[in-house]
C-alpha cells in the first residue's frame, strides 16, 4: 500500500488539487439560483447524471481528508438533495473511503512526520494511553461527538488493527450517516415549505 501512495502521489495531489476547485466552484456557484428550491438543487446537483452520486460521495471523503472543511455540510446536503436512504448511503460511503485514505496515508506517512513534531518519549506515552483506551475512543465513531476526521489521523498513527478499525467504522458510520442524512432531508421538507 506504502508503494501504491508513493507511486501514485502525483495523482493523488491533483486530484485532491481537482477536488478543492469543485469544492470552491460549488459553494460560489448560486448564480442561477441552484440553492433556490429542493428541486433546483436536486437538479444542479443530477446534472452531473450518473455521476453525480460519485461527486457527492468524493466531496464527502474529500471533507474527510481535508479537516477544515465542516463534516455535516455535505452529509446534510445528501439528504437534502437524494432524500433519507440515498442520502444516507451516499454519506455512509464517503466517509468510509475518506476514513480509509485518511488512515492508510497517517499509518504509512505520518509517524515520520509526528516523531519530527513530537520527541519520542512524547509518542510513546500517546500510544500507550491511546491503547488503554482504544475501544473508548472507537465508541466515538458510532456517535461523533469528536471530529472524525482527526480520530481517524490519531488511529492512523496508533498500532490499532487496520481490520478492528475497518470493522468499528463500517458500523459506526451507519448509524452517523443515516441521523445526518435523514435529518438533511427533514431540514430540506421545513426549509422549502417556509419559502
Not at 472543511?69 to 454519506?91: D, E, M, N, Q, R
Request: no cysteine.
Amino acid at each position: 500500500m506504502k508503494h501504491f501512495f508513493h507511486k501514485h502521489r502525483y495523482i493523488i495531489w491533483l486530484v485532491l488539487f481537482l477536488a478543492l476547485l469543485l469544492v470552491i466552484n460549488f459553494i460560489n456557484l448560486d448564480v442561477n439560483g441552484v440553492f433556490s428550491s429542493r428541486e433546483s438543487l436536486k437538479i444542479f446537483i443530477e446534472s452531473f447524471g450518473a455521476f453525480a452520486p460519485f461527486v457527492l460521495i468524493f466531496i464527502i471523503a474529500l471533507e474527510v481528508i481535508v479537516a477544515p472543511i465542516p463534516g455535516f455540510i455535505p452529509a446534510l446536503t445528501a439528504g437534502f438533495v437524494f432524500g433519507s436512504f440515498w442520502g444516507a448511503f451516499y454519506v455512509y460511503l464517503g466517509n468510509i473511503i475518506g476514513s480509509l485514505v485518511v488512515f492508510y496515508l497517517v499509518r504509512y506517512y505520518g509517524r515520520s512526520w509526528a516523531e519530527k513534531l513530537f520527541n519520542k518519549k512524547r509518542m510513546i506515552r500517546y500510544e500507550k494511553a491511546l491503547g488503554q483506551h482504544e475501544n473508548w475512543l472507537l465508541f466515538f465513531y458510532f456517535f461523533p461527538i469528536l471530529p472524525l476526521d482527526v480520530l481517524t489521523a490519531t488511529f492512523g498513527l496508533s498500532k490499532i488493527k487496520p481490520k478492528k478499525f475497518i470493522i468499528v467504522i463500517v458500523l459506526g458510520y451507519l448509524v452517523y450517516s443515516i441521523i445526518l442524512a435523514f435529518f438533511g432531508d427533514l431540514l430540506a421538507e421545513f426549509y422549502f415549505k417556509i419559502i
